[in-house]
C-alpha cells in the first residue's frame, strides 16, 4: 500500500469513527430543546451573529444546513415559482368561512413544504424557499387608506383573532413532532399605515383602550390559542421606541404577560431604522442599534444590520449570553422543525411535488373566490340569463377586465393560469365584445395583444401579452362601440399596482402605496355615468383591496359587485356569481363610507369614528352587508349555556347561504364600542328550507376594557347581544343579558 493510499484509508477510518460518536444534538432522540442547548455551546460569536440572520449559511463544521427565515404565503405561496394563488386576504375574510381558510392554508403549507423538499435536494435553499412563513398580517384595517389592509382580515379584532388563528393551523400543521411550517402574526404592533413613514413615525398618546381592546387581541389569540412560532415587530415607534426595540412591546407584553416562548423577527430593514439618517435616531450606530434590538428580544434580523453583533459584544453593548437567549430559541425552531434531520423521519418531507398548484387546490381557490364575492346593489339585473344574453346584448368593458395580475394582488406567486374577469364571462357568453376604454386612472391605456404560447419549467403553458402600443379613448368612442349593447359589465376599480406596500408610485388618488381618496377613480366614474345616460343597463364590478366610494355610483349603476383581488381562479368566480351558477353570499369585512369627509386624519391612530365599533355616521355599506339572490328570515334569537341560537329560514326561490353575526355591547361602558363583533356562522339553505344557528358566546367572548381597573376583563352586569344579517342596527334583534361575577 503506497503513502496516498494509506492516508486516504486512514482519513476513511477517521471519518467513518466521527459518524459513530454522535454529538448530542445530532441525536433524534432528544428534545428540541436539549439539541439546541447542546449545539449553541458548540457556537463561535461570529457563527452565532450568522445564525441571526434572515439569510442564514451553512456552517459546514458543525453540520448546519443554510437557512433563510424570509418565506412568504400570504395567500398563496409566494415569490417562489408557480403555486396556487388564491384570493386576497381582506377578500377570504369577507366569506366568514373559517373552515374554508384553514383549509386553503392547509394547501398553502404543502405547497411549500414540497417545494422546499424539492429545493434541497437541488441545494438551492434560500430566500422563499425554506420553512418559516411571515404571515398571517392582522393588523386592524383601521383605515381604507392603507395600501397594506388588502394583506389583514379586515377591520374586526375578533375577526382578525379567529381567522388568523386558522392560518396558523393550516401552516404550523396539526400536532406531531414536527411543524410542519413556522407562521408568523405581524406586524406587531399598532401598525396599519401610512406607508411613507412607516420608518419614522412615533405613535404616541394612544389610549390604553385602544392599544388593548382595537390593536393587540388578534396578537394575543395566535400566541395563546393558536401556538404561533413567530411573531414580527413593526416598523414605527410605539411611544418613543422602535417596535423592534420595545421592551413594553416584546419583553412585557409579548413574553412576560402572554407567555409567548417563540421567535420574534423584525421587519425586513427595521433594525436600520434605529441608527439611519431621517428615521427613528433611537441609537448612534449599527452596532448599537442591533444590541438594542436583541436586548428587547428580536431574535431574527431581517436584513444584513446584525452583523455587526460581534462588535456590539467585544465593546460591551451586549453580552454574549444575551444573544444565546435568542440563539437558543432560533436553533429550537429550526430542531422542530426537523431542519437538521434525514428526510426519512420528517412526514412532512414525504409530500410529493405533484400537489403544487393541483387541481384540488385550484377547486379551493375556486371555492374561496365565489365565497367572497359581495353583492352590494342589485335592482333585479343579477343574475343575467346567459341563455338569452347574445354577445349582441352584452358588453364588457373596464380597465381590469383583461388584466390577470390585478387578481394576484400583492405578495403573490405565479399561477399556471390566471382566468380573468373576460376570460371567465366569454366562458358563458363566447362571443362577447370586450372594449379597455380606459385605464385606472386615465383615458389613455396599454393596449396589448395575445403573442406565443411560453412554455413554464413546469410544463405548463400560459400566454404571454404583447405590447401593441397606447391608445386614449373619448366617451364618444366608447357610447359608439357600446351602441348595441343592452347591458354593459363594467370590471373596473383599483389596482395592487398602485395600492400596495410603501412604493413611488404616484397617480392621482395614490401616494406611496397608500389612496389619497377612497372615490372611484374619475375617469372610470364618468364612463358609468356616460353609460348610464345613454340608457344602458349597468353592471359595475369593483376590484380593490379595500373599501370604495360608490355613492354616485349607487345611481348610475343597476348592479354592484365588489370582487376584491379574487385570485387564479377570480374570472370563473366573478362569471358564476353573474350569471347565477353561485348565489353570492359573501359579507364585507370592513366598512364602505360613503365619501372622504366621513375619514379622520390617516395619521391618528385613535379609533374614534373610525370601523363599525366607533363610526357615528352613516355608511354607504355597513360592516357584514352583502346581498344575496334569495332573501332570509330570522326568528327570535335566544342565549343559553353559552350559546346564541336563532332560526333562519330561506323565504326566496333560490338556495343561497346566509351568515348570521352575533355583536356584543355593554350598555354602562358609555365610551366602548357602538358594537363589536363576537361570533358568525355560514348556514346553507334550500329554497324555502329553515334551520337553526348555534353559535358559541363563551364567557371569556365578553372580554373588554374595564375602566375602573384598566385591565382587559369580563366585567359583570348587563349585556346586549344583537344578532342578524349585518352590522346595520336596522336589521339587528336585541338580547338582554346578564353575565354575573
Not at 69 to 92: D, K, Q, Y
Not at 478 to 483: G, K, R, S, V
Request: with cysteine.
Amino acid at each position: 500500500m503506497n503513502i496516498r493510499h494509506l492516508f486516504v484509508s486512514t482519513a476513511l477510518l477517521l471519518t467513518n469513527s466521527l459518524a459513530a460518536q454522535q454529538l448530542p444534538y445530532q441525536n433524534t432522540n432528544l428534545t428540541a430543546e436539549e439539541r439546541a442547548e447542546d449545539l449553541l455551546g458548540r457556537l463561535t460569536l461570529e457563527e452565532k451573529a450568522r445564525l441571526m440572520r434572515n439569510g442564514s449559511p451553512a456552517i459546514p463544521r458543525l453540520g448546519i444546513p443554510a437557512f433563510d427565515w424570509w418565506s412568504e404565503a400570504l395567500h398563496g405561496v409566494g415569490r417562489n415559482g408557480i403555486s396556487t394563488t388564491f384570493p386576497s386576504c381582506i377578500g377570504m375574510a369577507c366569506s366568514f368561512d373559517d373552515d374554508l381558510i384553514e383549509r386553503i392554508f392547509m394547501a398553502v403549507s404543502d405547497e411549500a413544504r414540497a417545494k422546499n423538499t424539492i429545493a434541497r435536494q437541488e441545494g438551492k435553499v434560500g430566500k422563499y424557499s425554506c420553512l418559516s412563513f411571515w404571515t398571517p398580517t392582522i393588523n386592524i384595517f383601521r383605515d381604507p387608506r392603507w395600501g397594506r389592509g388588502q394583506e389583514s382580515y379586515g377591520e374586526d379584532p375578533f375577526m382578525n383573532g379567529q381567522m388568523g388563528l386558522r392560518v396558523v393551523r393550516g401552516l404550523q400543521g396539526a400536532g406531531g413532532r414536527y411543524y410542519k411550517l413556522l407562521a408568523c402574526a405581524k406586524h406587531f404592533a399598532v401598525h396599519s399605515g401610512p406607508e411613507k413613514l412607516r420608518h419614522s413615525m412615533n405613535i404616541e398618546d394612544l389610549s390604553p383602550r385602544d392599544l388593548w381592546e382595537t390593536y393587540l387581541p388578534a396578537f394575543k389569540t395566535l400566541v395563546q390559542q393558536g401556538g404561533v412560532k413567530e411573531v414580527m415587530c413593526a416598523y414605527q415607534r410605539f411611544d418613543g421606541d422602535p417596535c423592534c426595540g420595545s421592551n413594553r412591546l416584546l419583553q412585557q407584553i409579548l413574553r412576560h404577560e402572554w407567555g409567548f416562548q417563540g421567535l420574534v423577527v423584525s421587519d425586513c430593514g427595521a433594525i436600520g431604522d434605529f441608527w439611519q439618517p431621517n428615521r427613528h435616531g433611537v441609537s448612534p450606530d449599527q452596532p448599537a442599534a442591533s444590541a438594542k434590538a436583541v436586548r428587547s428580544g428580536t431574535d431574527v434580523e431581517c436584513g444584513a444590520h446584525y452583523g455587526s453583533l460581534p462588535e456590539a459584544v467585544r465593546r460591551g453593548d451586549i453580552t454574549e449570553e444575551q444573544l444565546n437567549v435568542s440563539v437558543r430559541r432560533l436553533l429550537k425552531a429550526r430542531f422542530e422543525l426537523g431542519d437538521f434531520d434525514p428526510d426519512s423521519i420528517v412526514p412532512w418531507t414525504q409530500i410529493p411535488p405533484t400537489v403544487i398548484a393541483c387541481p384540488e387546490h385550484k377547486q379551493l381557490a375556486l371555492q374561496m373566490a365565489r365565497e367572497q364575492m359581495v353583492l352590494l346593489k342589485n335592482n333585479g339585473i343579477l343574475p343575467i340569463a346567459k341563455g338569452k344574453m347574445s354577445g349582441s346584448k352584452l358588453m364588457v368593458m373596464g380597465p381590469n377586465a383583461a388584466d390577470s395580475t390585478m387578481l394576484w394582488g400583492i405578495y403573490f406567486g405565479q399561477a399556471s393560469h390566471t382566468v380573468t374577469p373576460l376570460e371567465g364571462i366569454r366562458a358563458k357568453v363566447p362571443d362577447v365584445p370586450y372594449l379597455t376604454a380606459c385605464g385606472i386612472t386615465g383615458m389613455t391605456v396599454q393596449e396589448m395583444t395575445v403573442g406565443k404560447a411560453v412554455e413554464a419549467a413546469d410544463g405548463s403553458t400560459t400566454l404571454q401579452m404583447v405590447e401593441k402600443g397606447k391608445k386614449t379613448f373619448t366617451i364618444a368612442e366608447i357610447l359608439d362601440a357600446a351602441c348595441q349593447a343592452e347591458t354593459v359589465i363594467f370590471i373596473g376599480g383599483i389596482s395592487p399596482r398602485l395600492e400596495r406596500e410603501q412604493t413611488s408610485v404616484k397617480e392621482t388618488g395614490f401616494d406611496g402605496g397608500d389612496r389619497t381618496t377612497i372615490e372611484l377613480p374619475q375617469v372610470q366614474r364618468d364612463i358609468l355615468r356616460a353609460l348610464h345616460e345613454a340608457g344602458k343597463k349597468v353592471v359595475l364590478v369593483n376590484c380593490s383591496g379595500s373599501a370604495v366610494a360608490l355613492a354616485p355610483e349607487m345611481e348610475t349603476c343597476d348592479a354592484i359587485v365588489q370582487a376584491w383581488y379574487a385570485g387564479e381562479q377570480g374570472g370563473h368566480a366573478l362569471a358564476d356569481v353573474l350569471f347565477g351558477d353561485y348565489n353570492p353570499s359573501g359579507k364585507l369585512a370592513v366598512t364602505f363610507y360613503s365619501d372622504d369627509t366621513q375619514l379622520p386624519p390617516f395619521e391618528d391612530y385613535s379609533m374614534k369614528n373610525r370601523t363599525y365599533r366607533y363610526f357615528r355616521g352613516e355608511p354607504l355599506f355597513p360592516f357584514g352587508y352583502g346581498l344575496s339572490y334569495t332573501t332570509f328570515e330570522y326568528g327570535k334569537p335566544t342565549y343559553n349555556d353559552g350559546q346564541v341560537s336563532v332560526s333562519v329560514k330561506n323565504t326566496g326561490s333560490v338556495d343561497g347561504t346566509e351568515i348570521v353575526q352575533v355583536y356584543m355591547r355593554r350598555p354602562a361602558d358609555v365610551e366602548g364600542p357602538i358594537k363589536t363583533l363576537r361570533g358568525y356562522a355560514r348556514v346553507d339553505l334550500k329554497s324555502g328550507e329553515q334551520k337553526t344557528v348555534n353559535i358559541d358566546l363563551p364567557r371569556e367572548r365578553f372580554e373588554n376594557w374595564d375602566v375602573a381597573t384598566q385591565t382587559m376583563r369580563v366585567v359583570p352586569g348587563h349585556y346586549e347581544l344583537l344578532v342578524g344579517p349585518s352590522s346595520d342596527d336596522n336589521h339587528l334583534q336585541r338580547l338582554d343579558i346578564c353575565i354575573d361575577n
